[in-house]
Nanobody
């Protein structure tokens, strides 16, 4: 199983970035997909998740209304559209796959990507 994130980089505050996570070696449509982020010296935090069929997206309060998760089960890819970026969004962003329909925490995700750096300048 391989999850590969892309699309990270440098953005200005108020700008946008779109992250992608391509999956291989797994029946993508069977998995709920999540996004996490980890800032230097901090724990890996949950950002949001989308269920197998693309329904029931969930976001943490800090990104709600700014970030959107979507998926394409034909392309085996999940996306994280990030708008109105803030310096506090700076982190390494990870995608992850869970066999549970509504995973509640990072320990319920089975597979992880290697991460992509997002840096937001003020």
């Amino acid at each position: 199983v391989q999850l590969v994130e892309s699309g990270g980089g440098l953005a200005q505050a108020g700008g946008s970035l779109r992250l992608s996570c391509a999956a291989s070696g797994v029946t993508f449509s069977y998995y709920t997909m999540g996004w996490f982020r980890q800032a230097p010296g901090k724990e890996r935090d949950f950002v949001g998740r989308i269920t197998r069929n693309g329904g029931s997206p969930y976001y943490v309060d800090s990104v709600k209304g700014r970030f959107t998760i979507s998926r394409d089960n034909v392309k085996n890819t999940v996306y994280l559209q990030m708008n109105s970026l803030k310096p506090e969004d700076t982190a390494v962003y990870y995608c992850a796959a869970s066999g549970l329909y509504y995973p509640q925490n990072k320990y319920e995700f089975n597979y992880w990507g290697q991460g992509t750096q997002v840096t937001v300048s003020s």
